[in-house]
């Protein structure tokens, strides 16, 4: 008996023709790139920053998708942007809501050149006081952590700055949370209030093997004139891609954490493969030396607790032994088992022995309740359903896009 309080399934929109799917988005364009973009279609080049500035509220500020809805943009400009350039959202391929609220989407991005249509999985949290959105940064993921389910799918590709930004204007979407349509056009929404007030970059793939999109869409959806999250509400989570950390803090400037998890090599080595190039020494040296570190801006570790595997109170003295030096929250996150899996999540009363310790150490280390376990939207439970289709469902995909775009697409 399933646990879904309710599964929404979108009629999915038409198919979009071959033209339209090649048009160059305007989203997850920084304001220079806009610029150019602008006047590379005919746009005088006296109008450009004021048109910049336009379709800026509009995308970040009013959260539309059709440029028709740009009421204080003439007719004529809006019709030489359509042919031009699109805004459309994602397609909502599945929405799934959990028995405690959160919603997973499914979302499809349309073919990029000569490849193929992608999905990816985006989940939203809501808490009290809060909504947290985990976005994804890449189709699948090359990391190979073990108890991690998103590791099992192989790397498809990196997500544009365009499909990072997107998820979220979604969610703003689905969630009601831009302001209406029949708001004036210089209305600023209030920053208070928000249904997504924080930004976790947890979901599929690592984060800083995407660099440049991530950054782009970090630096526009904490742009004080448009989406306008907090740096301190934004978080980027990485296995430990120990040089890009360095750059995260000196370029984006928003709150770290690092998915941990062991505090001996040899045991990070097995679960977060990653460690064999960038160890714990050097991973930590990285997290000291991050800009701005402070109580008040502290670093999340994250530790799923995995029985009989690091999850002992020696772990915990070891744990506490490594973060000497470094204002840092853990996350002790209980293990959400996914289909396939050899690992059993610790016992409650182990997890709270080990928190208990940490706790004694200093250190807050709250154990995070586990959220969408229903809708395989909790922690390391993300895969994109194009990876867990049927052979004969696959089959029938395949034929479906090479009779839609040519079998040499």
């Not at 296995?239 to 045991?267: F, Q």
């Not at 502290?298 to 995995?306: A, D, G, K, N, P």
């Not at 009363?349 to 154990?367: L, M, R």
Request: net charge neutral; proline share 6%; aromatic share 6%.
């Amino acid at each position: 008996m399933t646990d879904i309080l309710s599964l929404d399934r979108p009629a999915r929109p038409a198919s979009r023709p071959a033209a339209l799917q090649e048009m160059p988005s305007l989203i997850g364009l920084t304001r220079e790139e806009m610029g150019k973009a602008l006047a590379a279609v005919g746009v005088a080049d006296r109008q450009v920053k004021m048109r910049v500035s336009q379709l800026w509220h509009w995308l970040y500020v009013r959260g539309v998708s059709d440029f028709d809805h740009m009421t204080n943009v003439s007719k004529d400009m809006r019709e030489t942007l359509k042919r031009h350039f699109t805004i459309a959202r994602p397609e909502v391929v599945e929405e799934q809501i959990s028995t405690d609220g959160t919603r997973k989407w499914l979302l499809r991005f349309p073919a990029r050149g000569a490849g193929r249509p992608v999905e990816i999985e985006t989940v939203y949290i809501p808490e009290e006081g809060r909504g947290t959105l985990c976005i994804s940064s890449q189709v699948g993921c090359t990391l190979t952590c073990s108890f991690c389910h998103t590791g099992t799918q192989k790397l498809v590709r990196n997500l544009t700055a365009e499909e990072i930004l997107a998820q979220l204007l979604l969610a703003r979407d689905r969630l009601g949370d831009f302001p209406d349509r029949d708001t004036p056009p210089g209305t600023i929404a209030p920053a208070e209030g928000r249904k997504v007030s924080n930004v976790v970059m947890m979901g599929m793939g690592e984060p800083l093997y995407n660099f440049e999109s991530v950054k782009t869409a970090l630096l526009i959806a904490t742009d004080g004139d448009g989406l306008s999250l907090s740096k301190r509400r934004v978080t980027l989570s990485t296995s430990g891609i120990v040089p890009e950390i360095y750059r995260t803090g000196e370029e984006i400037g928003v709150m770290l954490a690092i998915s941990l998890h062991a505090v001996r090599d040899d045991l990070r080595d097995m679960l977060v493969p990653i460690n064999k190039k960038y160890p714990l020494k050097d991973l930590m040296e990285a997290c000291r030396a991050y800009p701005g570190l402070s109580n008040a801006r502290r670093i999340t570790f994250e530790y799923v607790m995995l029985e009989g595997v690091n999850d002992s109170l020696e772990d915990a003295k070891e744990l506490v032994k490594l973060l000497k030096g470094v204002p840092a929250k853990i996350n002790l996150i209980p293990f959400n088992p996914w289909p396939g899996t050899n690992y059993q999540c610790s016992s409650w009363e182990q997890i709270e022995t080990f928190a208990d310790f940490i706790n004694a150490a200093g250190y807050a280390s709250p154990i995070r309740t586990p959220r969408g376990r229903d809708i395989l939207a909790a922690c390391g439970q993300l895969k994109s359903e194009s990876e867990r289709m049927r052979k004969v469902d696959r089959m029938a995909f395949e034929a479906m896009m090479i009779a839609n775009h040519g079998a040499d697409d």
